[in-house]
């Protein structure tokens, strides 16, 4: 009885690491673009969504290698970010009602053309990987396994880039001070449009990942874009490691709350854990510099 309760305990820790591992890939760019850009992107769930019907597309219509395909749709999402910046956004930097509104627009431009070209009938992604891996007494799945791998090097793979390379130096700089980069030579609207890239591209391989365990639909950007919401609320707003931390305790609050308390009232538990973290610490977990 002892080793049956380790290995359900087990495989709830699994499932949380699980929900963490891909909303930390869908929220990095969400946070990323507010701390540099200032602008909350609420159209970023479509991108999450894009990148679903495009691995859908490539993957499922076509036969092209679930990765080639998540890889894909990755770049063709980011250059739709490249021009969503270029000619939307970077008129509105820091103005918040005037990017809302812009952003209303764009996610019934994106769900309306979705939904006139691929139809209202959810999609879905063959099984890339079967079977499960027992560990102590666990059966994990194969196929989430993967997605919690491919999640990691993914955020790990844009970090690196952050804090590791020229571009990402400058990325910083200007979420610190935009003025002082650019009097320092950085161009604030190329930054600006290279934080977009990465956040659009991770989105949208988010929603690539995913695309085999959950349907593919114009409507799956919502939840995705609610969750994220939480976890730079949670986080603190601009702040790469508190997201980071964030989406784990989210999607542990989850995992546990659902499996022992069901699942009509894990997003009260949920949010009511939200508020008691930011009732003690009101600028989230790591505060509001992109840098921590």
């Not at 490539?58 to 980011?78: D, E, G, P």
């Not at 739709?80 to 990017?99: A, D, K, S, W």
């Amino acid at each position: 009885m002892e080793n049956l309760s380790a290995s359900y305990f087990l495989q709830v820790i699994v499932n949380g690491f699980y929900f963490g591992s891909w909303l930390m890939l869908a929220s990095l760019g969400l946070t990323l673009l507010f701390g540099v850009a200032h602008i909350f992107n609420l159209a970023h769930g479509e991108f999450y969504m894009l990148g679903g019907y495009g691995t859908w597309f490539f993957f499922a219509l076509h036969k092209i290698n679930y990765w080639i395909a998540i890889l894909l749709s990755m770049f063709i999402v980011a250059v739709m970010g490249i021009g969503v910046e270029r000619y939307i956004f970077r008129r509105f930097r820091g103005n918040l009602l005037p990017t809302i509104a812009v952003c209303s627009g764009l996610i019934l431009i994106f769900d309306n053309t979705v939904t006139a070209v691929f139809g209202t009938v959810y999609k879905s992604i063959p099984s890339v990987f079967r079977g499960s891996l027992l560990f102590w007494g666990a059966r994990i799945s194969i196929e989430k396994t993967a997605i919690i791998l491919a999640s990691l090097l993914l955020t790990s793979l844009a970090i690196l880039f952050i804090f590791y390379t020229k571009p990402g130096s400058a990325i910083r700089a200007v979420a610190e001070d935009q003025e002082g980069a650019a009097l320092q030579g950085i161009s604030v609207n190329k930054v600006c449009a290279l934080t977009m890239v990465i956040g659009s591209s991770l989105a949208a391989g988010a929603g690539g990942l995913v695309g085999p365990v959950y349907s593919i639909s114009a409507e799956m950007g919502l939840p995705i874009l609610l969750k994220g919401s939480i976890a730079i609320a949670l986080g603190g707003m601009g702040s790469i490691g508190g997201v980071l931390i964030a989406s784990y305790i989210i999607g542990m609050v989850e995992s546990f709350s659902a499996t022992f308390l069901g699942a009509e009232i894990s997003s009260m538990i949920l949010f009511l854990t939200l508020m008691v973290i930011l009732m003690v610490k009101p600028t989230g977990l790591r505060g509001y510099t992109s840098q921590h």
